[in-house]
């Protein structure tokens, strides 16, 4: 399908789009975009210019600063805690391939959370049916799920 819009002439030269967008936005002397890359999610935010901001006036442009400020504290939050909450998890399975017969507690340890956390990871986990957990709490062992 990419090369019917290639052959269309509406792709230029493959790879070259986003290096394209900066070079618009430093020609139109705008602020360069922030690239947000997820797993399956590619985001370009293109900030506004600092003139735009005055030409809105200093009471609009300070409303308007303020809410992109906000919006972007809350952005990178979220992404924080999803990345974190990826890597923890990436760690457990990890650590459960290594010893299955590990406990919640030496899981805490090894990572640095508290014991809940770890509840917490192993229900997300078990949830998601990338581990199950064979036998007893005291006696049983942890089976890492193909993906």
């Keep these: 399908m990419t090369n019917t819009f290639f052959r269309a002439g509406e792709v230029e ?6 290096q394209r967008i900066f070079e618009a936005c430093q020609n139109a002397g705008t602020p360069a975009p922030i690239i947000d ?18 030409a809105l006036g200093q009471e609009a442009g300070a ?11 809350k952005t990178t939050q979220k992404t ?26 030496a899981l805490a340890k090894a990572l640095g959370i508290t014991a809940d956390g770890v509840k917490y990871h192993l229900d997300k986990l078990r ?9 007893s709490t005291k006696a049983g062992h942890w089976e890492v799920t193909p993906e």
């Design 13 to 18: 030269a493959w790879g070259r789009g986003i």
């Design 37 to 54: 890359y997820k797993p399956h999610d590619l985001w370009l935010e293109f900030p506004f210019a600092p003139e735009y901001l005055k």
């Design 63 to 73: 409303a308007l600063v303020s809410k992109l400020d906000e919006t972007t504290q």
């Design 80 to 105: 924080t805690q999803e990345t974190t909450q990826e890597t923890t998890q990436e760690k457990i399975i990890t650590l459960l391939l290594a010893n299955p017969a590990t406990t919640r507690v």
């Design 127 to 135: 949830a998601a049916g990338k581990i199950r957990h064979h036998g």
